[in-house]
């Protein structure tokens, strides 16, 4: 708290002025806090536990299917190599939309086979520039929000009535 600064003038800034004084942004990024920090100490700890992995241990199939899932990640050349080639099937109606209406078409159409739209949209931070806002396109999840909510018999009039919406 920046008790110097009364809450109804700034309550950003009474709130969170001490934390903002003493906590700096990393260079890279445009914004910083616990979430953050928990995102970067797990992915230290899964790189870690994978990386010791081998993706031909046939004793751990486990082991070897998430060192192998891993390495294709992370495979940069191959990513590169390939383009956007694998997403040609999926890119191809988008690209043949020709108006806003055929978009809209498209987005009501993925809503209906796979439960959500093939994209969200939200508003954040510039990832290069902090002073602005950017809009950002992410891929999107499950209408319903968990598999088993498709799956288990337990939810079946939730989900006659999500397929009826």
Do not use: C
């Not at 082991?63 to 891993?70: D, F, G, N, T, V």
């Amino acid at each position: 708290m920046d008790k110097g600064v009364k809450p109804g003038d700034d309550w950003y800034r009474f709130v969170n002025g001490a934390w903002t004084d003493r906590t700096a942004i990393p260079a890279d990024r445009s914004s910083y806090g616990a979430f953050a920090v928990l995102r970067d100490l797990s992915e230290v700890r899964m790189r870690s536990l994978i990386s010791g992995y081998s993706a031909t241990d046939a004793a751990h199939p486990d082991r070897m299917k998430a060192a192998i899932l891993y390495s294709g990640f992370m495979d940069e050349a191959l990513a590169e190599k390939l383009d956007a080639q694998p997403l040609a099937e999926r890119l191809a109606p988008v690209k043949a939309a020709a108006s806003k209406d055929d978009l809209a078409r498209l987005m009501g159409a993925s809503v209906g086979g796979f439960g959500a739209s093939f994209f969200g949209v939200g508003v954040n931070d510039d990832a290069k520039n902090p002073d602005v806002y950017a809009l950002y396109l992410r891929q999107s999840g499950l209408g319903l929000g968990d598999r088993d909510l498709y799956l288990d018999a337990k939810f079946a009039p939730q989900l006659a009535r999500y397929q009826q919406y």
